[in-house]
């Protein structure tokens, strides 16, 4: 069964442009969450979904963030427009079940530079 | 609020030597859920184990040991015979009520040949 896959593995951009990131879930798993990591700030939750509804988005920094799930298989999270303290590694994750109470799965990551 | 905490930042040793990695979580919740995930220099975090608040048994896999002591609301995990392959970012989890997972910071271990 394949991993959560995210895609691109490496975004360089410069201040100001529009950044999509990309991720698909593991099949079968009902819960999709993006992380933000960072040396001064750690795993940080951003966003979390369930059935492809958003249900927790406290953690997402400001509204040049914005997360989507139209489907199942897909999630989007953007950064319009993009600033250098936006350099981070972000992670999507799946889990089966209650959030918080299944072990969740995690992507190889996007490593994000905003020049 | 729920809170965990990684006292050790960096932990450096011998290959073929033990070593513990601390955590220490603080939750309100009767019922949560511990967890602990692998950061190896690669970058994806791998997933280790997960204990139920009610499950006090210390669990073994390998070279892979798990102690968990809700008297001190810790759940520490020991690497024996460690391997230069061991090196990576540990990282232990507290999930509960809120449904969401709270991380500690990490414990850099560094295993040197």
């Known amino acids: 069964d394949a991993g959560v896959i995210q895609s691109p593995r490496h975004e360089v951009t410069e201040m100001g442009q529009e950044v999509t990131l990309r991720c698909k879930p593991i099949s079968g798993h009902d819960y999709l969450f993006w992380y933000r990591q960072t040396m001064m700030r750690g795993l940080e939750l951003l966003i979390y979904f369930n059935n492809n509804v958003p249900i927790d988005d406290s953690g997402m920094p400001e509204d040049r963030f914005s997360a989507k799930m139209p489907n199942a298989s897909f999630s989007t999270l953007k950064i319009q427009p993009s600033e250098p303290r936006d350099s981070a590694v972000y992670f999507c994750?799946?889990?089966?079940?209650?959030?918080?109470?299944?072990?969740?799965?995690f992507g190889p990551g996007t490593r994000l530079t905003v020049l | 609020a729920q809170k965990v905490t990684q006292a050790q930042t960096e932990i450096s040793v011998v290959e073929k030597e033990d070593v513990t990695l601390d955590c220490v979580y603080e939750?309100?919740?009767?019922?949560?859920?511990l967890f602990w995930y692998k950061q190896p220099p690669s970058g994806e975090l791998v997933f280790l184990i997960r204990?139920?608040?009610?499950?006090?048994q210390n669990e073994i896999s390998g070279r892979y040991s798990w102690n968990f002591q809700k008297s001190t609301s810790s759940f520490n995990f020991t690497i024996t015979a460690s391997q230069v392959v061991d090196s990576a970012v540990y990282f232990c989890a507290l999930g509960g009520s809120n449904y969401k997972l709270t991380f500690g910071k990490g414990t850099l271990l560094t295993v040197n040949p």
């Open positions: 994750a799946s889990s089966r079940g209650l959030a918080g109470v299944n072990e969740q799965f």
């Open positions: 939750t309100r919740d009767t019922t949560y859920y």
């Open positions: 204990r139920n608040s009610f499950d006090e």
